[in-house]
């Protein structure tokens, strides 16, 4: 089946540095989300990047969908980045057939 | 104000009972999805569910049976709990791109 690497497992910083994730897959992907994951558990989404880069913030995703790759960029990492950061794809059609398949994600600690 | 409402926020069950883990979503999509996440997986795909139907089920339990008795509620009834059905269960939305509920943490003792 379908499967979502991502790579550093975990990683911890100083604030003020900047971040890189980096998310592998197994087969093209349709659609390529970046979730972040608190310490107490709540998802939220960050990026939806299936081709080319996106910015939202100190967030930038690049994905090369040939490669079968996508990063995450954080710059001027902060305390309150702290948590888990989740990549998902979906190589179905999309739209209500969508089916998100996740990787085991990148723990990130930031320390002031 | 939470656009996926997801009850109760933390049960405890016994092994052998019956549980149903609620959703609501108030985001306009007709597109809903229930995902799992225990200590041992990542999270993983159970349904998805389009204008109150089933699309997808990768949920080799027939114990788990998603429930939509409106078009943007999709609730999850579990019967005969085990311990492994310890995990957080996730209601979301969406298609292209997808929310998330707060989730439902299940304790099966």
């Known amino acids: 089946g379908q499967q979502v690497q991502q790579s550093p497992s975990s990683l911890v910083l100083q604030e003020g540095e900047n971040a890189e994730l980096q998310c592998n897959f197994s087969s093209t992907a349709t659609q390529l989300q970046w979730f972040y994951q608190s310490p107490g558990g709540s998802l939220v989404s960050l990026l939806s990047?299936?081709?080319g880069t996106k910015h939202t913030g100190r967030l930038t995703s690049t994905t090369v969908t040939k490669e079968r790759r996508s990063s995450l960029h954080i710059s001027s990492s902060q305390t309150t980045d702290s948590g888990t950061y989740l990549c998902?794809?979906?190589?179905?059609?999309?739209?209500?057939?969508?089916?998100?398949?996740f990787g085991k994600g990148t723990k990130l600690s930031v320390k002031s | 104000d939470p656009k996926i409402i997801q009850k109760p926020k933390y049960l405890v069950a016994v092994t052998g009972s019956e549980k149903i883990l609620i959703c609501e979503q108030y985001?306009?999509?007709?597109?809903m999805y229930w995902y799992r996440q225990s200590a041992k997986k990542p999270l993983e795909f159970m349904f998805s569910y389009s204008y109150q139907k089933l699309m997808d089920n990768q949920t080799a339990s027939s114990r788990f049976q998603p429930q939509s008795s409106k078009k943007n509620h999709l609730d999850l009834q579990i019967t005969a709990l085990k311990p492994d059905d310890s995990a957080t269960y996730f209601c979301a939305k969406g298609g292209d791109t997808q929310y998330f509920g707060p989730g439902t943490r299940l304790l099966v003792l």
């Open positions: 990047n299936p081709s």
């Open positions: 985001l306009g999509h007709n597109a």
């Open positions: 998902a794809i979906d190589h179905n059609s999309g739209g209500s057939n969508a089916k998100l398949t």
